[in-house]
């Protein structure tokens, strides 16, 4: 995961899909234009759910990976 | 408001202006009976949600742009143009009905508010004020949708991860989650999360069935949207794959919204008479109870328990004693709320409202009706087979220390089927267990 320090952390742990999706959209917009959240989601799901919803709406997932039972997401405000 | 701004707003109105919207707009005679039905506004005693009302500021327009009376004497019939005042009042009071249509059941008109607030929704899409947040989930399934091969490995990695869940659970190391099987029975549509992947997948392999999963899931945020083409478009994924596949049944897992999309509108939407029945997974577990291919302890839950029948399954789907039924076979403590059936108040939690932040407060408020509803049932269990309302009760339950277990019905049926206790004790047994304990 990269280094980078995030400007905002979610905890999405226990949430089911599209439920991580959603608390990612309704928060990209607390961080500045280039900044980042990072999330932590349990549901698989979201695997497919945050970076779809990223290329659809032109922010970009700048890493995500799964961390033993967890999902780390680093998804950075484009604009 | 620009010429080409109304012009746009009143075009997609007249688009949608059939005999059926023109009645529900003309009948209208404000016995305001629908108020002590609707959920909102019982609770919040704000005109914004009253069901007359959202359909009224509809009505407004309507008068001033399709009737004569309207267009010539505005002020002496109330109509109006869609100005920015009125905007604003009919998105707040459009995308916060649930669709419930609850009031449809009482008026006396059989007025269907939700199909006036369909219209409503297109309107506000052709203003450019539909909900940001609905459209973004819209678009991400359509993303995903289009972009397939793009998330299959994750999607096929996370199959077999459940898959193996399902083998270690049943003990049996043959059960499997079959994915694109060409001519299975039935083709098996779910939501995102393993959540809704694995009961079901362990019961279907105990019943020893035909199924598959395919890559396209049931959530469809277009429908809530208010968007048609993006929400058949959302659909048409899993119905085009279980045509390829030859499937008999495409069956619907426990989500309220998907149900009625795919059995109710699809076929509609698509001009297409589909080649399968579209079925409830409750229709198909039901089923399996009855004819004895899943076995289940009925006394496998011994605490008390209610069912909710969301609405989009119950009241606007038709699907009332087979959840029931279900329930019953596994659970002697049942109690059912009351009013239930087709007169179940709604939780508060549809339409996607639970996706939309700024109705929070309005939303949990909406729910008092519902939570006196399980107060007075003293359950400490509620099966519940919808997604979104799982949600809106999982919280009513926290903010009012309910004390509940909010759980899908297929889950207490994994429960009663035993495999989390010794294989072959029944609810007696462990009763006389526990006891001796």
Known sequence: ?79 | MEKQELETIIGTLGKRMNRQLKEYLDVCVRCAICKDACHQYVATQDMTYLPAHRAELVRAVYRKYFTKAGQFMPAVYEARDPDEHLLDDLYRSTYACTGCRRCMYYCPFSIDTQWVISAAKAMLIAAGRGNEMLGQLADAALFKGDNIEMFRDNLVEGFREIETQVRDITKNPEAEIPVDRQGADMLYVALAGSHSILPAAIIFNEAKASWTLSMFEAANYGFFFGDPDKARLIAKRFMDEAKRLGVKEVVITECGHAYRVAELFYEAWAKERMPFKVVHILEVIDRYVKEGRIKVDPRGIREKVTYHDPCQIGRNGGIYEQPRDIVKAIAPDFVDMTPNREKQWCCGGGGGIVAMEEFNEVRLKSGDMKVEQIKATGASVLACPCENCRLQIGELNEVHDLGLRVVPVMDLVVEAMGFGHAAGTTGDERDAAEAVV
């Open chain 1, 1 to 79: 995961m990269s280094d980078t320090k995030p400007d905002l952390e979610l905890d999405l742990r226990g949430l089911l899909c599209p439920m991580p999706m959603v608390k990612v959209s309704q928060n990209i917009s607390k961080v500045p234009v280039g900044g980042t959240v990072r999330a932590v989601a349990t549901d698989a799901g979201s695997m497919a759910d945050i970076p779809a919803w990223a290329k659809s709406t032109g922010n970009e997932v700048v890493q995500a990976e799964k961390v033993g039972s967890e999902y780390v997401f680093l998804v950075k405000r484009v604009k």
